[in-house]
Nanobody, 123 residues
Framework: QVQLVESGGGLVQPGGSLRLSCAAS????????MGWYRQAPGKERELLAAITSGGSTNYADSVKGRFTISRDNAKNTVSLQMNELKPEDTAVYYC?????????????????WGKGILVTVSS
């Protein structure tokens, strides 16, 4: 079982910055891709940014140039630096982690979600 603990959300004014962090723990063979999603009221959950274990990244067009994803493989953490925040960035943000794990001689891929953390951008 993997646990994800998110931190760093809160209230920020338009144009401000926040940094979200997610710490993963658990007995797995490896933590693979890590990412951040968000879900605004009345909207579907959307992928914002993802990073592979090798450090390759991809971003949604809506956050490209403003948000930066990074990870620390030694600590199994993934972070999202959010700059130039806009009111439309208000949402619940979720950490997502893909794993490779196994038991009883079997190995398999799995994915886990954090509980979500609220980011509010408002003056």
């Amino acid at each position: 079982q993997v646990q994800l603990v998110e931190s760093g959300g809160g209230l920020v004014q338009p144009g401000g910055s926040l940094r979200l962090s997610c710490a993963a723990s658990g007995s797995v063979f490896s933590f693979n891709a890590m990412g951040w999603y968000r879900q605004a009221p009345g909207k579907e959950r959307e992928l914002l940014a993802a990073i592979t274990s090798g450090g390759s990244t991809n971003y949604a067009d809506s956050v490209k140039g403003r948000f930066t994803i990074s990870r620390d493989n030694a600590k199994n953490t993934v972070s999202l630096q959010m700059n130039e925040l806009k009111p439309e960035d208000t949402a619940v943000y979720y950490c997502n982690v893909d794993t490779w794990e196994g038991a009883d001689g079997y190995s398999y891929a799995n994915t886990y979600w954090g509980k979500g953390i609220l980011v509010t951008v408002s003056s």
